[in-house]
């Protein structure tokens, strides 16, 4: 049975936006803090979820930018991928993932690293996402990348969702954890409102 985890400490959501439009909107958790953590503690995975931290420049096009940092400190792997994040507002109505198709993936101790990243990955639940197009080297070497996160590991990145900011005024960032094989963990939910920005 799946369990929506939604632990909230030290409040916390809002919304970073990248583009030549100026960002006239945040969104937050009700106590109007920055940070969001979830943690199922039967499984020992923790979701920090922080807003307001992307500071590049260069993007052509508006998008919802989040930080997250998933650290699983169980006894079996976790799947990173794409199709296991969604957005959607109050509606139902779902914010396409942007995705940037950085990846990881566990190597041997001592393994040379070179060439381009492998971008063959499992999508995880599901392939409705698109690829994103931009000039920003930043989007795609910041981004939250996919792979297998071992037990003890933990990995940070940035997830792009299309503007979240035109059509609605709260939306649910959830999570549908899985391990590798497809077989589900856990569910993590984070309660989203938009405010407008301070003075």
């Given at each position: 049975?799946?369990?929506?985890h ?9 919304l ?5 439009s100026?960002?006239?909107y945040?969104?937050m ?42 650290s ?14 969604d957005?959607?507002?109050?509606r139902?109505f779902?914010?396409r ?9 566990t ?17 995880g639940?599901g ?17 939250l990348?996919?792979?297998?996160l ?13 503007n ?11 999570w ?9 963990i856990?569910?993590f ?7 407008p920005?301070?003075?």
């Open positions: 049975m799946r369990h929506l939604t632990l909230l400490i030290a409040a916390a959501f809002s970073a936006t990248t583009g030549c100026t960002v006239n945040r969104l958790a009700a106590d109007g803090g920055h940070r969001m953590v979830a943690i199922d503690a039967a499984h020992e995975i923790s979701v920090v979820v922080t807003t307001e931290a992307w500071d590049e420049n260069g993007n052509e096009e508006p998008l919802t930018i989040i930080h997250v940092l998933i699983n400190m169980g006894q079996q792997p976790v799947l990173l991928a794409p199709g296991d994040f957005l959607f507002d109050g139902g779902r914010y993932l942007r995705d940037a198709g950085a990846t990881f993936k190597v041997p101790p001592g393994t040379p690293l070179h060439g381009a990243a492998n971008l063959n990955y499992d999508p639940n392939a409705d996402f698109e690829p994103i197009h931009s000039r920003s080297e930043a989007l795609r070497r910041l981004a990348p996919w792979g297998v071992q037990p003890g590991t933990q990995m940070r990145g940035f997830l792009y969702f299309d979240i900011g035109q059509t609605a005024n709260h939306a649910m960032l959830a549908r954890s899985q391990t590798p094989d497809h077989r589900s856990s569910e939910g984070f309660r989203l409102y938009l405010a920005p301070p003075y």
